[in-house]
Nanobody, 125 residues
């Protein structure tokens, strides 16, 4: 069974940084990429960044986080990371990791059937 565990969230002031981590365990097949999703209060969960499972350099970001967030992965440790810099109040959300799909550099939400508990990020202005 797939298990996803996110960590690293917290409360920071605007302009600060956080590094999120995610470990993935269980049988994982078929995903072309891994991604970070976030869900703001009252909103749907959205894919914000993805990295190809085999090609480190193939990443994609939504415009709202491009240039501020960096996604990376360590396949040997079954881990995914999100370095978040210059955080803004609008980044406040619960962050989740899960599978995604990439075709070329385009990314599409394609999560497994289970989610982790997420990690809360709160940015105060």
């Amino acid at each position: 069974q797939i298990r996803l565990v996110e960590s690293g969230g917290g409360s920071v002031q605007s302009g600060g940084s956080l590094r999120l981590s995610c470990t993935v365990s269980g049988a994982v097949f078929g995903a072309t990429a891994m991604g970070w999703y976030r869900q703001k209060p009252g909103d749907v969960r959205e894919l914000i960044a993805a990295v190809h499972k085999d090609r480190d350099a193939t990443t994609n970001y939504v415009d709202a986080v491009a240039g501020r967030f960096i996604i990376s992965r360590d396949n040997a440790r079954d881990s995914l990371y999100l370095q978040m810099n210059n955080l803004k109040a609008e980044d406040t959300a619960v962050y989740y990791c899960n599978a995604a799909h990439m075709v070329g550099s385009s990314m599409v939400s394609a999560p497994y059937g289970v989610w982790g508990q997420g990690t809360q990020v709160t940015v105060s202005s």
